[in-house]
């Protein structure tokens, strides 16, 4: 199954970003971009986290250090929110079993 990509010169035209911000956060790992032709493309299933950034980075003024930490921080958040609600279904069942 082949990917939609996503025209990086389009994509910062229509969302008022800088190409550098977008080079910025491939430098640093955060995305990953792909050269056809000459022509730089973003995979569609990392979209999302380029919007986050977008937002982190205009919006609140982080920088792209700190959108790498954020990223993690939120990562972890989100890992531990899953295992507490695994750990609560299994609560649950053991409750249910007294």
Known sequence: MESTLILIKE??????VEHTFVQ?????????ITVIADERYLPEEQL?????????YYDLHINIEGIDALRHLVRKVNHMQQ???S???????????W
Do not use: M, P, T, V
């Open 48 to 56: 999302e986290d380029l919007e986050q950034f977008r937002r982190w």
């Open 83 to 85: 295992e507490i609600k």
């Open 24 to 32: 910025s956060l491939q430098d640093e790992g955060l995305i990953d």
């Open 11 to 16: 994509y910062c035209a229509q969302c008022h």
């Open 87 to 97: 750990l609560k279904n299994r609560l649950r069942l053991h409750e249910e079993g």
